[in-house]
């Protein structure tokens, strides 16, 4: 499933989108900077309570198709700090996206081998769009 279809499913929610950022890879995906296989989506305490109302929590997500919606991102991001990323959100296409400042801060601080590899494919991405430096 490419980036499109993932997004289709998101607007099929309706979601306030006052209430929420994509997180994740999708900020890379809607880029072009490598796709991503589902959307992890950081909420709103308001819309992470309609969710779970709806949908079952599963541990700290709530997962509805192939969309994962997260309340926190801890311990690397607060809910008041998640509060803050969906505030200062990018506005693509309609749909709200994390900064990219973010994710790499995100990233560093997970070091996984696939956050590595996110790093060097963001960083040839910046080379090319100095404009969207974080």
Known sequence: ???QELLQELKALRLPVEDYAIFGSGPLAVRGIRDCNDLDTVVSARLWE???SRYAPTGKKIEIGNLEFWRDWMPWFSP????GLIAGAEIIDGIPFVKLRY???LKKKMGREKDKRDLVLIDNYLKTHPDEMP
């Open 50 to 52: 309609e969710l779970s």
């Open 80 to 83: 008041a700090e998640v509060d």
């Open 103 to 105: 994710v790499i801060e």
């Open 1 to 3: 499933m490419g980036l």
